[in-house]
């Protein structure tokens, strides 16, 4: 067989590592594979990498993905479904490994539907991708979130400041969570619960009142204020329909300050949340999704996708891991409210 492999959406730890994994196996029972340039842009446009024992090695500990990646949608271009079913042919591809969230594996759900042989692998370090347990990429985005949180603690406390640290979550407060839990906020706030600023400033006063000089708030960018929609840093569109989110840390640093008088800073950590070498865990549970879809391949079965459920890794399909998001479990977000006084 000749398979290929795209990596879409926003680049995550752990990417590489199913890269190598679906190559190494496939090499073993003498199949070929290309790697397919950034995302589904690379099926429009036919921009192919080889890919063999050589150019994978090494790149396991390597963040990013060594095969680029766009939030290129077909469905947003003039016959782009057609383009993306002929060039697969004429690609001589047998099957094609797509790796990504919500919206890559939505593309790929509507073409293995018109008749391409497609597998799916989730990745988001959102962890809002349904019908998987973790996907990888979360948990080293959820420690580097930890380690900023850690060493925000030591300078909030010498100036005695409240300190508000935007993190990613479009839709689901994972992150923020997992994070905050484990990095010792005092306060956490996420999009499936509006913000309640009497209630953050005043959990932030009571902390004061019993000697306590400094508060630590991390709040998702996807969450908002009961009065106002969600923070933007620009009003277009990508080709998935979404805006570009940032701002609310801003906005929820100035509110604290003007009601509660204490001084106030914010801390953006964007894209280093997505950035850098995998931790242990993202790094085997790459390994074994890149298996998993490798031999849904070689089963014939397509139109599934690698899925996490407890510690085994099973199968599902395209279509029911793209129907809805995985939104945070609220139990979890009971734990941390434990901690917000």
Not at 63 to 76: A, E, M, V
Not at 110 to 121: A, Q
Not at 125 to 151: K, Q
Not at 248 to 266: A, N, Q, S, W
């Amino acid at each position: 067989m000749k398979i290929g492999i795209l990596t879409g959406g926003g680049d995550c730890p752990g990417l590489n590592s199913v890269i190598r994994a679906v190559v190494r196996r496939a090499i073993n029972d003498e199949h070929e594979v290309v790697g397919i340039r950034y995302g589904w842009k690379g099926i429009l446009e036919k921009l192919l990498m080889p890919l063999d024992l050589r150019s994978v090695s090494g790149i396991l500990p390597k963040g990013g993905t060594i095969l680029g990646t766009s939030r290129t949608n077909p469905y947003k271009k003039e016959n782009g479904p057609e383009a993306a079913k002929k060039n697969f042919k004429e690609l001589g591809l047998d099957a094609l490994v797509a790796i990504g969230g919500e919206d890559t594996l939505g593309v790929a759900t509507k073409l293995y539907k018109e008749g391409l042989n497609i597998v799916g692998v989730p990745k988001t370090i959102d962890n809002d991708l349904a019908a998987t347990d973790f996907t990888f990429g979360f948990d080293t985005a959820i420690n580097i979130v930890m380690e900023c949180i850690d060493r925000l603690h030591t300078t909030a406390e010498s100036h005695n400041r409240i300190m508000v640290v935007e993190v990613m979550g479009r839709h689901a407060g994972w992150i923020a969570t997992h994070a905050g839990i484990a990095g010792g906020a005092d306060y956490i706030l996420i999009p499936e619960i509006p913000i309640d600023q009497d209630e953050v400033c005043g959990s932030i006063r009571k902390r004061h009142e019993r000697g306590k000089n400094f508060s630590i708030v991390v709040v998702a960018e996807g969450a908002c204020f009961k009065d106002v929609e969600v923070a933007t840093t620009e009003k277009k569109l990508d080709e998935f329909g979404h805006v570009r989110l940032g701002g609310i840390g801003h906005t929820l640093g100035k509110r604290i300050e003007e009601k509660t008088g204490f001084e106030t800073r914010v801390t953006v950590l964007g894209h280093i949340q997505r950035g850098g070498s995998p931790t242990a865990f993202d790094r085997v549970l790459g390994t074994r999704f890149g298996i998993k879809a490798y031999e849904l391949i070689k089963e014939g079965k397509f139109g599934r996708m690698a899925s996490l459920k407890g510690n085994q890794i099973l199968d599902v399909s395209l279509e029911e891991a793209t129907a809805r998001l995985k939104t945070l479990d609220l139990d979890l977000y009971e734990i941390s409210k434990v901690f917000f006084c």
